[in-house]
């Protein structure tokens, strides 16, 4: 299957502090995600980016599809508590998403 | 609008039993995805369906079935439950369209096969 790497698997910062993590892929994709997961709930879709090169921001959430098309990387300004979770990356293509392994975010106040 | 409404939220079952994992969706999306969340990992796809009456087999469709005889629901089966399918499983939709692939997930289902 198709194998997308996220690093960090794990970060703790304080409070206010910016995150930064990335995904890399052995295959291009056509468009990238990115999905925030809380415990015991469903991925919910942060940022969807559809073009090489493209950078869009949400809020505090900047995410960037790179150029070769088989990376990504989503940044968070000012972190808050409530950004804790586990954060997926994800490349669509052929009808399916193929998820990054995750990376768990923990926000010390 | 609900979303995408799974249920059980959890469940156990013993080896070799069945049971039907129910999805259903309420914005007339056309695609619809079960996809499976063991611990630690990111989601596979099992099966898909881009509307009424048409499935296809994802990643990981060994030991389930679909079927989808209705815009809104998508039902997955385990017809002989097995340890390996111990894991959360979650629906998910979407609208059709290039460039809608902001997938909408349910809340999972907790299975437990022992």
């Known amino acids: 299957g198709q194998q997308l790497n996220q690093s960090p698997q794990s970060m703790f910062i304080q409070e206010g502090e910016d995150v930064s993590m990335n995904c890399t892929s052995s295959?291009?994709?056509?468009?990238w995600l990115w999905y925030k997961q809380d415990p015991g709930e469903g991925p919910v879709l942060l940022i969807a980016l559809y073009k090489a090169g493209e950078l869009t921001s949400n809020g505090r959430l900047t995410a960037q599809f790179g150029i070769t098309r088989k990376d990504s990387f989503l940044n968070i300004s000012a972190s808050i508590p409530s950004d804790v979770g586990i954060y997926f990356c994800?490349?669509?293509?052929?009808?399916?998403?193929?998820f990054g392994t995750g990376t768990r975010l923990t926000v010390i106040p | 609008n609900a979303g995408v409404t799974q249920t059980p939220k959890f469940r156990i079952l013993k080896i070799g039993q069945s049971m039907t994992l129910q999805c259903t969706q309420d914005?007339?999306?056309?695609?619809m995805y079960w996809y499976r969340q063991d611990p630690g990992m990111g989601l596979k796809l099992i099966y898909y369906?881009?509307?009424?009456?048409?499935?296809d087999k994802g990643e990981v469709p060994n030991g389930y079935n679909v079927s989808r005889s209705t815009t809104e629901d998508f039902p997955l089966r385990l017809e002989l439950a097995a340890p390996s399918q111990t894991s959360v499983y979650f629906c998910a939709s979407r609208p059709y369209g290039q460039g809608n692939y902001g997938y909408t997930f349910g809340s999972g289902t907790r299975l437990t096969v022992v």
């Open positions: 295959s291009i994709f056509n468009t």
């Open positions: 994800a490349g669509h293509r052929s009808n399916n998403l193929f």
């Open positions: 914005m007339n999306h056309n695609y």
């Open positions: 369906s881009v509307g009424a009456g048409i499935t």
